[in-house]
């Protein structure tokens, strides 16, 4: 299970859309990668792939400084996927930063280590496979992030105490002015030092409601991703990784198990459950995950978890939550809007 989650790492939307808006073509960043144009619109990479489109990024976008910079100030909130969605809309930023660590895990091949000290929080990114190249833009971006997760959630043009990079990182000036404090290259390590008292901000984005129904969801997902999961979790997972590709069946996942349909019903009914029961939850919970992003239009997140019918997809989540789709999100992320607007001020 890790292994292969490794392998299929989540490429989000926001990202070539991101590059539109800096005027870099998709298919340049694809064809410079040597990926056929289909990689665009995949929703999953290996890792491979992952590193050759941020090289091939970095290669278009002249220097790796100017390139990280870019890219990490225009991407567009709304285009979020769930996990960071839970980060942008934390308490504050220290509840933001540890949701950050926590659900970094939903995209390797990076992890993160978070450490406070009397004065100061230091955030150190690590490789999980130090034999495979890390384009320095990718480290870059990833620290840069998390800074201006800082910056958009309080409203406020936080500044880092230090910032470490194991390679160099191109225009040194431009990096000190974006992160208001010296930058140190070719160190041993890849490090975001922050200050303590930053940590305390409140989150002008804070939207309690939305985190209640992302969190559980989020944290049912990585427990199925970690361990030893049970049978059960293992077949939602599973499902839900091919709800875009179809409805998956009972035979599919036991195929994909490697085992018998009736061995796999047969330790289903030990677990107390079945196979439709799994398969209603997983729509549930992918459905309810996919409504607090924005970016969705409902017609996707209908398709998204296995309906070809949009009605059916009605008809079903009314049955789930007693409402319309449209009416749960505007009900659920009502506070998003309002985010946006007083970040439009800052």
Not at 27 to 39: M, Q, W
Not at 74 to 102: G, N
Not at 132 to 153: K, S
Request: hydrophobic share 40%; aromatic share 10%; net charge negative.
């Amino acid at each position: 299970m890790t292994t292969h989650s490794f392998d299929r790492i989540k490429m989000p939307q926001g990202f070539w859309e991101g590059l539109h808006q800096l005027g870099i073509a998709p298919h340049d960043v694809a064809r410079k990668a040597g990926l056929p144009l289909t990689v665009i619109f995949e929703q999953t990479v290996n890792t491979a792939q992952y590193y050759a489109i941020w090289q091939a990024y970095s290669d278009l976008a002249g220097d790796i400084a100017q390139g990280m910079i870019k890219l990490a100030t225009i991407y567009d909130v709304t285009k979020y996927p769930p996990p960071i969605m839970a980060t942008y809309h934390a308490r504050d930023y220290r509840d933001a930063l540890q949701r950050m660590v926590r659900y970094k895990q939903f995209c390797p091949p990076e992890s993160l280590r978070m450490l406070e000290s009397d004065e100061e929080c230091m955030i150190e990114l690590e490789l999980l496979d130090a034999n495979q190249f890390c384009p320095p833009l990718l480290v870059g971006i990833t620290l840069a992030f998390l800074l201006e997760l800082g910056r958009r959630g309080t409203g406020r043009h936080l500044t880092a105490s230090a910032v470490e990079f194991s390679q160099p990182m191109g225009d040194v000036q431009a990096l000190e002015a974006y992160f208001g404090c010296g930058i140190r290259t070719n160190a041993d390590r890849n490090r975001l030092t922050l200050h303590l008292k930053d940590l305390d901000c409140p989150f002008i984005t804070y939207n309690k409601e939305l985190l209640e129904i992302l969190t559980p969801a989020l944290d049912r997902t990585l427990h199925e991703q970690q361990g030893n999961p049970s049978i059960s979790d293992t077949v939602k997972w599973i499902l839900k990784r091919n709800f875009s590709g179809g409805r998956p069946d009972v035979q599919t996942v036991a195929n994909e198990l490697g085992m018998s349909e009736r061995t796999l019903q047969r330790r289903l009914t030990d677990e107390s459950t079945s196979f439709n029961h799994l398969l209603t939850q997983a729509k549930h919970e992918q459905a309810c995950m996919y409504l607090a992003d924005l970016s969705l239009d409902i017609k996707e997140v209908a398709f998204l978890v296995g309906y070809e019918d949009q009605n059916s997809f009605y008809r079903a989540f009314r049955a789930w939550e007693g409402d319309t789709p449209a009416k749960w999100r505007s009900e659920h992320v009502v506070a998003h809007d309002h985010a946006e607007d007083r970040l439009k001020s800052y």
